[in-house]
């Protein structure tokens, strides 16, 4: 049984570094805290292809983006 796929977006503020390069390659879905670690901006979905490109920019590996099958039952 084949289902939809969904993309989740991960980020590990506790490995964030600061280099703010997720806010550069994708600033609708990235902002900085005042400590300049990562926040995911507020809104209603990221765009997958702007997350993959920060989270493959991301020096410390902070951001994850997941994609699963959810079974349709």
């Known amino acids: 049984m084949s289902g939809r796929v969904e ?3 991960f980020v590990d503020r506790g ?3 600061g ?3 997720c806010a550069l390659a994708a ?3 990235f902002t900085r805290s005042g400590d300049g670690k990562v926040l995911l901006r507020p809104g209603p ?3 997958v292809d ?5 989270a493959a920019r991301c020096p410390s ?7 699963y099958e959810v079974s349709e039952a």
């Open 7 to 9: 993309t989740r977006l």
């Open 15 to 17: 490995r964030c570094a």
């Open 19 to 21: 280099s703010g390069q």
């Open 27 to 29: 600033p609708e879905v």
């Open 45 to 47: 979905g990221a765009d």
């Open 50 to 54: 702007q997350s993959r490109s920060a």
């Open 61 to 67: 590996g902070a951001l994850s983006v997941v994609e």
